[in-house]
C-alpha cells in the first residue's frame, strides 16, 4: 500500500560561493540554498535574456508574418481561457498593432461551448468571416483536427505554444514550442506569453530588416513595454522561474511598480488595493491573476483580454470591477463545493486513513470551471492525486475532469497507464506531471474512480508518497523584522522552482481563532519572555483548528508585512503547523 506524510526538509546550500561579497547573510543563504553560486545568475538586464534564434522555426515563422502584412490579410490570434492565455493574446495584438498593422483580431475559445484549443469549430467560423492566418498562442500543440480543418481551408497556421506535445505533431505551417525535441532546451521554462514575446521580438527584428518602419516613417517600437504582461502571464502559469524567466519577470514587475503598464492592470492594482512600490509576484499570482482567471473559468475570457487591451484607464476600472464580481462569485461557488467534497470523502471514507490512493469526487450541482481549484485543495489536504468532475451542464452526460497530483506522483502517466488498461474508458485526456484534464461519460465515472485508484496504487506499490516541505532553517530573533522582510521581497522575484524563502521554527502559541470560518490567525511568542508577532495559516483543517489543548508549535512559514494605521508590521504566513505536545 502507499504510505503519504508530510516530510520537512531543510535545503543545503551550494559549495561553491562567488556570490558578491556585500550580500547580507541571510540572503546569502537563500541564493545558495537555491544553487545560485555566482554574480552572472543575479542578472536581471534584458541584455542577458536569450535570443530568439534558440527558437526552432522562428525565422519561419516571421517570414510568413510579413507576406501577411504586406498584403493587409487577416491576422486571427486564437488564445486560451486563463491568465497565461489572455496575456498572450493581448501581448500579440498590441505588438502588432504597435507595428503599424491593424488587420489583427482575436478569438478566445469559450471554456463551456467550445473546449479548449483551436478546434474544427472555431476554424470554420472564422474561414466564414475572412481570416487569412491563425496564430495561436498558448495552445495548439495537441490541435489535430483544427488544423486540418485550417488546411482544408488553406488558412496557414503558426503554433506558438509551451505544453509538452506529444510524439505526433499537428501539420501546421509553423510550430514554435520550447519543448519540442529540436529546440533548444536554453528556453523550455517559457509561458505562452514568453513564447508569443520572443516571436514578437524576431518579427520586429525581421520587419526593421526589410524596411517596414522606414516605408511607413515610423520607428520600432520599443516591445519591452509590454513585458508588464509577460510578468503577469509567465506568474500566473506557474512556469518554473529559471534565470531567463527571472529576468523577463523582474522587468515587468518593475515596469508595474512604476506604473509604466497596461492601464487595465492598473485597475486591477487599485481595486485590489495593491501597493505599487510593494508589488510582488504573490500579488500577480494570488490577486490579479485569480479576477482574470474568473473570466475564464466563469464566463468569457474576452472580457479579460479587452481589459488587458484597453488604452482607457475608466473602461478598464469598468471592466476590472466586473471581473472582481464574477471572482468573488467563484469564491462562492468554490466554497459550497470545497464543502460538498469534504463531505463525499467523509460519508465515502470516513478516516483518512481509509482514503483511496487516488481520488476521485463528482456531484452534478458542481462547476466545471471551478473543479480544478477543488482538485488543488483536496490534493493539499490528503497529499495524493486527486480529479475532480462536473457536468458539462449542456446535458449531453459528460463529466469535465481535472486532477491535481503531488510529486513522485506522475499524473499523466497514470492516465496514460489507465488508457492502456481501459482504452475507451476517457474520451479525452491530456496534461502532465503535477496536473491533468479528461473528459468521461457520467455512467462510467465510478468505473473510472475504480480504476484510477488501482492504477496508482499499482504503479507506486509499497512506496513512501511525502509531501516534501522544504525550509531555509531557522531565523534568528533578530531576523524577525520589517526589514529582514523587504531584503527578502527585493531579493525575488520568487515563483515555482525558484520559491520564496521558507524558515521553520517552534514557537509559543498565545492566542488563535478563526477568521471566515477557514483561516487561522495565531498570535506567537518568538521565545521565552520575547516579544509577540501575528501569524495567519490560510485554509486549515477546521475539525482540527483551533485547538486550546495546543500551546506550542512547530511552523513553516514566510515573512511578510502587514499594515495597520499606516505603520508596517511583520507577520508569518504559515504554510504548515504542527502541534508540539
Given at each position: 500500500?502507499?504510505?503519504?506524510?508530510?516530510?520537512?526538509?531543510?535545503?543545503?546550500?551550494?559549495?561553491?560561493?562567488?556570490?558578491?561579497?556585500?550580500?547580507?547573510p541571510l540572503i546569502k543563504r537563500v541564493y545558495l540554498n537555491r544553487g545560485l553560486c555566482n554574480s552572472e545568475q543575479l542578472e536581471r538586464g534584458t541584455k542577458k535574456l536569450f535570443s530568439?534564434?534558440?527558437?526552432?522555426?522562428?525565422?519561419?515563422?516571421?517570414?510568413?508574418?510579413?507576406?501577411?502584412?504586406?498584403?493587409?490579410?487577416?491576422?486571427?490570434?486564437?488564445?486560451?481561457?486563463?491568465?497565461?492565455?489572455?496575456?498572450?493574446?493581448?501581448?500579440?495584438?498590441?505588438?502588432?498593432?504597435?507595428?503599424?498593422?491593424?488587420n489583427v483580431q482575436y478569438v478566445i475559445p469559450n471554456r463551456f461551448k467550445d473546449g479548449y484549443g483551436l478546434t474544427e469549430q472555431i476554424v470554420t467560423n472564422l474561414h466564414k468571416n475572412g481570416a487569412d492566418m491563425i496564430i495561436t498562442v498558448d495552445n495548439g500543440i495537441s490541435s489535430h483536427e483544427g488544423i486540418t480543418c485550417a488546411k482544408k481551408y488553406n488558412i496557414p497556421v503558426i503554433i506558438t505554444d509551451h505544453h509538452l506535445p506529444t510524439d505526433n505533431l499537428p501539420d501546421a505551417q509553423v510550430i514554435i514550442n520550447p519543448n519540442i525535441s529540436k529546440c533548444s532546451s536554453a528556453l523550455c521554462s517559457l509561458a505562452g506569453v514568453g513564447v508569443a514575446f520572443y516571436l514578437m521580438i524576431a518579427l520586429r527584428t525581421y520587419l526593421r530588416e526589410k524596411g517596414w518602419f522606414s516605408k511607413k516613417c515610423m520607428d520600432p517600437p520599443n516591445l519591452a513595454n509590454l513585458l508588464d504582461l509577460v510578468a503577469l502571464g509567465t506568474v500566473v502559469d506557474a512556469v518554473p522561474l529559471d534565470l531567463n524567466n527571472r529576468i523577463l519577470v523582474w522587468q515587468g514587475l518593475n515596469r508595474i511598480r512604476s506604473g509604466i503598464c497596461r492601464p487595465g492592470i492598473i485597475a486591477l492594482l487599485e481595486l485590489s488595493n495593491c501597493s505599487f512600490d510593494e508589488l510582488s509576484t504573490y500579488d500577480l499570482s494570488y490577486v490579479l491573476g485569480p479576477r482574470i482567471n474568473a473570466a475564464g473559468r466563469l464566463h468569457d475570457m474576452s472580457k479579460g483580454v479587452a481589459l488587458l487591451l484597453t488604452d482607457d484607464l475608466n473602461q478598464a476600472r469598468m471592466l476590472s470591477a466586473e471581473l472582481d464580481i464574477l471572482n468573488q462569485n467563484r469564491k462562492k461557488i468554490e466554497t459550497v463545493m470545497q464543502n460538498d467534497a469534504w463531505k463525499l470523502c467523509n460519508i465515502l471514507h470516513k478516516e483518512e486513513k481509509n482514503l483511496p490512493p487516488g481520488i476521485t469526487v463528482y456531484h452534478p450541482t458542481w462547476h466545471q470551471g471551478v473543479v480544478g481549484i477543488i482538485a488543488s485543495r483536496l490534493k493539499e489536504r490528503f497529499h495524493r492525486p486527486v480529479v475532480a468532475f462536473a457536468p458539462t451542464g449542456i446535458g449531453d452526460g459528460i463529466l469535465k475532469g481535472s486532477g491535481r497530483s503531488v510529486e513522485n506522483l506522475h499524473l499523466r502517466d497514470i492516465?496514460?497507464?489507465?488508457?492502456?488498461?481501459?482504452?475507451?474508458?476517457?474520451?479525452?485526456?491530456?496534461?502532465?506531471?503535477?496536473?491533468?484534464?479528461?473528459?468521461?461519460?457520467?455512467?462510467?465515472?465510478?468505473?473510472?474512480?475504480?480504476?484510477?485508484?488501482?492504477?496508482?496504487?499499482?504503479?507506486?506499490?509499497d512506496k513512501s508518497v511525502s509531501c516534501i516541505v522544504w525550509s531555509?532553517?531557522?531565523?534568528?530573533?533578530?531576523?524577525?523584522?520589517?526589514?529582514?522582510?523587504?531584503?527578502?521581497?527585493?531579493?525575488?522575484?520568487?515563483?515555482?522552482s525558484f520559491p520564496e524563502p521558507t524558515f521553520d521554527g517552534k514557537f509559543e502559541l498565545i492566542k488563535q481563532r478563526l477568521i471566515n470560518k477557514k483561516h487561522l490567525h495565531v498570535l506567537l511568542r518568538i521565545f521565552e519572555n520575547g516579544p509577540v508577532i501575528n501569524g495567519v495559516s490560510f485554509n486549515v483543517d477546521t475539525n482540527y483548528w483551533p485547538n486550546n489543548n495546543i500551546n506550542k508549535v512547530e511552523l513553516l512559514y514566510r515573512l511578510d508585512i502587514t499594515k495597520y494605521r499606516g505603520k508596517r508590521f511583520i507577520q508569518l504566513i504559515i504554510d504548515y503547523l504542527w502541534p508540539i505536545y
Open positions: 500500500m502507499l504510505n503519504y506524510k508530510i516530510e520537512l526538509r531543510r535545503r543545503k546550500a551550494t559549495i561553491n560561493n562567488s556570490l558578491p561579497s556585500h550580500l547580507p530568439f534564434r534558440s527558437l526552432y522555426n522562428i525565422d519561419k515563422a516571421v517570414v510568413l508574418i510579413h507576406d501577411m502584412l504586406l498584403n493587409n490579410r487577416k491576422i486571427v490570434i486564437v488564445g486560451d481561457f486563463d491568465a497565461d492565455g489572455a496575456t498572450s493574446t493581448a501581448l500579440v495584438v498590441l505588438a502588432l498593432r504597435s507595428m503599424g498593422y491593424k492516465l496514460s497507464h489507465l488508457n492502456m488498461l481501459k482504452p475507451k474508458l476517457m474520451l479525452k485526456f491530456g496534461g502532465h506531471a503535477m496536473a491533468a484534464g479528461l473528459s468521461i461519460k457520467e455512467s462510467d465515472y465510478y468505473e473510472f474512480s475504480k480504476h484510477f485508484s488501482k492504477v496508482v496504487e499499482k504503479l507506486f506499490k531555509d532553517g531557522c531565523l534568528k530573533p533578530s531576523d524577525f523584522s520589517v526589514e529582514t522582510a523587504d531584503l527578502l521581497q527585493k531579493a525575488g522575484p520568487w515563483g515555482n
